[in-house]
T-cell receptor, first 113, second 114 residues
Framework: RKEVEQDPGPFNVPEGATVAFNCTYSNSASQSFFWYRQDCRKEPKLLMSVYSSGNEDGRFTAQLNRASQYISLLIRDSKLSDSATYLC??????????????FGSGTRLSIRP | NAGVTQTPKFQVLKTGQSMTLQCAQDMNHEYMSWYRQDPGMGLRLIHY???????DQGEVPNGYNVSRSTTEDFPLRLLSAAPSQTSVYFC?????????????FGPGTRLLVL
């Protein structure tokens, strides 16, 4: 089983729609979680961190469910510019320093006019 | 700050050739890593380092070597290139010991092995 798994998509939704992705992780020692965005032929860039209490940044909401070991990303009122691949990232800590950072394989989102 | 830089941007190799992909960061980050990304696939971790002199294998280390003699540099060596190593290679860095650790990526090296 992969340490971090995502639905690869593609998700093809109309502009203005709400779309949600999940990402599951297998190691219960995982302690930090992030969503990254990657545009075609570009490097990944941080979209937002995922906090235990859930957090929102404009149209984007991230949530963490430790009991079921998954994180989610919700995008409201989607824009054409949201078309990208969304990668979830999990950090495994040892002591006070991060020992391993694991990327999911990404969920591809395409917004149509 | 230049952030994370990678050279070359593009490279074509013949099967059996060796080469080194360069990665450097000027943010004094302890953690550095190399990933490969194949069409339609996500990032797969090749090797990583949690500090100078310390390296470890990731998910797909075979055919690659790394070293970390300084905090700034983390070169990736292809020992004997194979067509299966055709990919886009990303180097990334982040600081350690913090609750929030953003990964900073270089622009990538596109490698074609014939």
């Amino acid at each position: 089983r992969k340490e971090v798994e995502q639905d690869p998509g593609p998700f093809n939704v109309p502009e203005g729609a709400t779309v949600a992705f999940n990402c599951t992780y297998s190691n219960s020692a995982s302690q930090s979680f992030f969503w990254y965005r990657q545009d075609c032929r570009k490097e990944p860039k941080l979209l937002m961190s995922v906090y235990s209490s859930g957090n929102e940044d404009g149209r984007f909401t991230a949530q963490l469910n430790r009991a079921s070991q998954y994180i989610s990303l919700l995008i409201r009122d989607s824009k054409l510019s949201d078309s990208a691949t969304y990668l979830c990232v999990v950090i495994l800590f040892r002591g006070s320093s991060a020992s391993k950072i694991i990327f999911g394989s990404g969920t591809r989102l395409s917004i149509r006019p | 700050n230049a952030g994370v830089t990678q050279t070359p941007k593009f490279q074509v190799l013949k099967t059996g050739q060796s080469m080194t992909l360069q990665c450097a960061q000027d943010m004094n980050h302890e953690y550095m890593s190399w990933y490969r990304q194949d069409p339609g696939m996500g990032l797969r971790l090749i090797h990583y380092s949690v500090g100078a002199g310390i390296t470890d294998q990731g998910e797909v280390p075979n055919g690659y070597n790394v070293s970390r003699s300084t905090t700034e540099d983390f070169p990736l060596r292809l020992l004997s290139a194979a067509p299966s190593q055709t990919s886009v290679y990303f180097c990334a860095s982040s600081s350690l010991g913090l609750a929030e650790e953003t990964q900073y990526f270089g622009p990538g090296t596109r490698l074609l092995v014939l």
